[in-house]
């Protein structure tokens, strides 16, 4: 039995679809009954449980042979940080309780640097937790997702430019489809490295983008011409915050700080690399209005 936590999410469904198109057991685990559709629809098993829960995520994860954990930033939080140790905890006691064979983590590209970088700072400290887990670890790191980009096509529509926290637009960095993500991490959970402890593991698209390749991309989806605009350093936070608490906010500002730096949110020298094969202009076409 292969257990995914936050299977609802866009990464959790692609691990579960690819695992069941394997002919793979599934047990998907959720809190919210009204998004169990679409993974019984594919033969899960669903089982319910909060990320906050302990002796709850235990039962669920009860006799998997290896599960896949995320850890979802938490939108609204009035301390994001503190929120995210608290659900980090909270599901390495699990695990603990339940010791599946072995644990695959959803990480994030960065997750390697020293300094504190904001948000990939926080699956750092993730990681460390689940280095103190007693079963083999593959941590997989995802780069920027493209379909965050998403959030960026009405405003595109509307004024025909592209809002960029990536200074300068014409630089490129790594993403990556939540499918593809996990397409890979369903691999690695039924073809793990053998005998490795811990497993580190990139993933990222066939290629890289910058801010101005995702305005182009854009343009023929939604019939008009899109140029990328940098959003003043100054804006970023109260831009952030019409979406995101002030401290979630914070941790994201930090991240494109140091993504604008450059050379910090990457893969960690040496780190093994998987290859996506969705381009960005697969990847946002469903999020584009008729």
């Not at 009954?33 to 906050?52: E, S």
């Not at 072995?102 to 504190?116: F, K, T």
């Not at 890289?208 to 991309?217: C, F």
């Amino acid at each position: 039995m292969f257990v995914i936590l936050g299977a609802a999410g866009k990464v959790g469904i692609s691990t579960a679809s690819a695992l069941r198109a394997a002919k793979l057991p599934v047990r998907a685990v959720l809190r919210d009954a009204a998004k169990a559709g679409p993974l019984q629809a594919i033969g899960c098993d669903i089982a319910f449980a909060d990320l906050r829960d302990t002796a709850a995520l235990g039962v669920a994860i009860a006799g998997a042979e290896a599960v896949q954990i995320i850890l979802p930033p938490p939108l609204g939080a009035e301390d994001a940080r503190w929120e995210m140790r608290a659900l980090t905890e909270s599901m390495a006691e699990a695990l603990a309780q339940a010791r599946p064979k072995r644990v695959l983590a959803i990480s994030d590209y960065g997750a390697h640097v020293p300094e504190d970088i904001g948000m990939p700072t926080v699956f750092r400290l993730f990681e460390e937790r689940l280095r103190r887990l007693d079963m083999p670890k593959i941590l997989l790191r995802s780069a920027e997702h493209m379909e965050g980009w998403a959030r960026s096509i009405p405003a595109a529509i509307a004024t025909g430019t592209l809002p960029s926290l990536h200074h300068p637009v014409e630089r490129t960095f790594a993403v990556v489809s939540t499918g593809d993500v996990g397409c890979a991490a369903a691999d690695l959970l039924y073809r793990p490295g053998a005998d490795k402890a811990e497993q580190i593991v990139h993933v990222e698209g066939p290629r890289r983008y910058s801010a101005s390749d995702v305005a182009v991309a854009l343009g023929p989806l939604l019939g008009r011409t899109i140029t990328a605009q940098a959003v003043p350093r100054s804006r970023w936070q109260e831009a952030l915050e019409k979406t995101l608490s002030a401290s979630t906010a914070r941790l994201l500002v930090d991240l494109y700080d140091a993504h604008n730096k450059g050379g910090l949110i990457d893969v960690e020298p040496g780190g093994e690399v998987r290859y996506g094969t969705t381009g960005l202009v697969e990847a946002l076409r469903p999020f584009v209005p008729a």
